[in-house]
């Protein structure tokens, strides 16, 4: 864990709230659920040792990678075609190579606070629709001004800023589905 990285301090904090799922090969699984992030179904995939950049990914997180992102769509998949009258059109997996600096350039305190991550995003069927209906550019509502949105998106899928319970039960079947077993 490296102090200041984001990513580090999030991993910490939710883990000591047994809010992330433990996935093979060191990655983790967490869901958003600051005052901003009002959405059920928007994760972070994140290493869970500090990893500024892909080149610093062990052979193990490397080679888990994939079969993480399988497994976390098929349970998101399975869990969504369970619990509501609605299915998931589109998972989206965003990564944003957004460092100020070429490798070369960054300096080092800066290049320690980087952690690799991907964005997760759930996309419902009546999610589209209810976008569609507002006149809502998919593109614009599922990018970075995803926020701006989410009061178009289904009520259903709107959580509260507490934390809702919705959060709490998707991340316990995750935790079931996917969560390395310790044996």
């Known amino acids: 864990m490296v102090k200041g990285c984001e990513c580090c301090d999030s ?3 939710n883990e000591e709230k047994n809010k992330i799922v433990k996935l093979e090969g060191g990655w983790v699984l967490n869901h958003y659920g600051g ?19 892909w080149g610093d990914l062990s052979q193990l ?40 600096y070429k490798n070369t350039d960054i300096p080092k305190d800066i290049y320690n606070k980087l952690h690799v991550h991907m964005h997760i995003l759930v996309r419902t069927h009546d999610t589209r629709k209810e976008l569609i209906k507002k006149q809502i ?10 926020i701006d949105y989410i009061n178009k998106f289904p009520k259903i899928y709107q959580i509260s800023s507490n934390g809702d319970d919705k959060v709490k039960q998707l991340m316990e079947y995750l935790n079931l589905s996917l969560s390395i077993k310790n044996d």
Do not use: M
């Open 137 to 146: 550019r998919l593109k614009d509502a599922l990018g970075w001004h995803f």
């Open 35 to 53: 005052e901003d992030e009002l959405y059920l179904g928007r994760f972070v995939l994140q290493t869970y040792d500090h990893r500024p950049d």
């Open 61 to 100: 997180e490397i080679a888990t990678l994939g079969i993480n992102l399988q497994r976390i769509n098929s349970s998101l998949r399975h869990y969504w075609i369970k619990k509501f009258d609605d299915y998931i059109d589109q998972i989206y997996i965003a990564y944003f190579n957004d460092k100020p």
């Open 11 to 13: 991993r910490q904090k």
